[in-house]
């Protein structure tokens, strides 16, 4: 079987969804089109070629103005370069990430492969702009879906979205990307008390951790979360009690990491930033010594670092605008706010008033959700690829 994928490969997530398709399938061949730069911080030696798009090296990425247009163009006619002199017809072409680049012209791209699968991460609904316009975006997606043989979907939330633009259930799946961390964190949280990991990071055992989200992206809306938090008057007062966590190992730029550093530290705040990639024994110790977890980012596909930090017994706080039903169905403990407000700070005051009490109830969390490890759900993406490849006239 040769796949090819197409989306960033410059993630943990292609790293550990190769790694798996190999260790279940040994005999698969994986080629990757990368249509963002790849930095080297992930492993993706158990790929067996790796492209990336040439749109990073282009004089045009630096012409204000001009690149937005430009790119997806441009960025579009590297992957049909790459096809082309590849000259191989791959079983299946895997789309991974759903921006304009990829999207563009699928009768052409489709050439290359028997059999096609598009994968949904969340938020390409309301993020993704074409010419500046989300609904031209929408619009080319659209037509896009009609020429792929499988859509894959990780919530109820994202088949519902996809389903104004694809009426064909046939082609619905329900796929989810799994953690190495799932693992870790059992094993961790068994052995390790939630003080305990907090000092080996390096953080006061006896202060309530607060994480700001789980990236560098802006989309967790950082700074907005700090300065509602440190504009209340109570929550002032009580400031000492608690360490900020701020997770920017991702998704940040420096001059970004800069911003939301001195902000924090304007306000005189306790807090643990960090900003070195972490391996998978570390971040489930991060998990572990999180007491709460603030998950107000703009969209969300259900990260696995909510997964994870649930897992770990963390006590959730999210907005109600997120993709969380499963969440309700399951019965999980957790808090909801419809915005960012000054009922951000009221209602971690209320939960530190009683902090024992609500991680202890949180510790039932992971048994109503279950580990989904990568050995697990791996296993469902290759029953997919040999789905398709079965109705592959021969």
Known sequence: MEILLIGSADSIFFEHYCKNLKLQKPDIKIDIFSVSDVSGKYDLSSCDNVTVSAWDK?????????????????????????????????DII???????????????????????????????????????????????????????????YATIEQRQEIQKHCNNEYKLNYAIYGSSIY?????????????KSK??????????????????????????IIKTLFEYTKFINEKDKFVIILPMNHGCTGDYINKIEALVKSYKANYKLLTKKMTDAEI????????????????????????????????????????????KEKKLYFHELSKIDSSLPALILKISSNINDELKICQGNKKKWGFETWEKVIKNWIDIYDALLKETPT
């Open 94 to 152: 895997h789309f991974k990430w759903l921006v304009p680049e990829a999207i563009l012209f699928p009768t052409i791209t489709s050439k290359y492969s028997s059999k096609s699968i598009a994968t949904f991460w969340g938020a390409e609904f309301n993020t993704q702009h074409f010419f500046y316009s989300n609904l031209l975006y929408r619009y080319l997606l659209k037509n896009f879906l009609k020429c792929i043989d499988v859509i894959t």
């Open 199 to 224: 000092g080996l990071l390096g953080i006061n055992e006896n202060k309530i951790t607060i994480s700001i989200g789980y990236s560098g992206k802006e989309l967790h809306q950082h700074s907005k």
């Open 58 to 90: 282009s004089c045009f990425k630096k012409i204000k103005g001009v690149r937005t247009i430009i790119k997806p163009f441009y960025s579009w006619f590297s992957l049909y370069s790459f096809l082309k002199r590849n000259k191989n017809k791959w």
């Open 284 to 327: 489930a110790r991060l998990r572990n010594a999180t007491d709460i977890i603030i998950q107000l980012s703009t969209t969300d596909g259900r990260s696995a670092s909510i997964i994870e930090s649930l897992l770990a017994g963390a006590i959730l706080i999210s907005g109600d605008w997120l993709p969380y039903k499963v969440f």
């Open 183 to 195: 693992e870790q964190i059992e094993r961790l949280v068994a052995s390790e008390p939630k003080k």
